[in-house]
């Protein structure tokens, strides 16, 4: 799978993990409903896919996942991430996905 990304070197491509990430998801979470008793699975399963596949990329970064799983029930949900990089190289992405 890692033969049909783009090869920047040593760039940042977010097209790149947002595909990755978006595969780990849909194929964790497509069609599923909420089971509290599931979700430390799923997020197992999403963060490890996403991992594995960013690995094969072969590309010299270190990625941190995070992944939040809750039920649709109203709530808020705040979060807060504070960073320091390289604007040239380095980037992130975020997926939101809702069922």
């Given at each position: 799978m890692a033969e049909a990304f783009q090869d920047d070197g040593g760039e940042?491509?977010?097209?790149?993990?947002?595909?990755?990430?978006?595969?780990?998801?849909?194929s964790t979470l497509n069609e599923v409903n909420y089971n509290s008793k599931k979700v430390n699975e799923w997020t197992n399963n999403i963060v490890t896919g996403c991992l594995k596949e960013l690995q094969a990329l072969g590309r010299p970064f270190k990625y941190i996942i995070t992944c939040v799983?809750?039920?649709k029930v109203g709530a808020?949900?705040?979060?807060?991430?504070?960073?320091?990089?390289?604007?040239?190289?380095?980037?992130?992405?975020?997926?939101p996905w809702q069922n």
């Open positions: 940042f491509v977010v097209e790149d993990v947002e595909g990755i990430v978006r595969n780990a998801i849909h799983i809750m039920q808020g949900l705040n979060t807060s991430t504070s960073m320091f990089w390289d604007a040239a190289k380095d980037g992130y992405c975020k997926i």
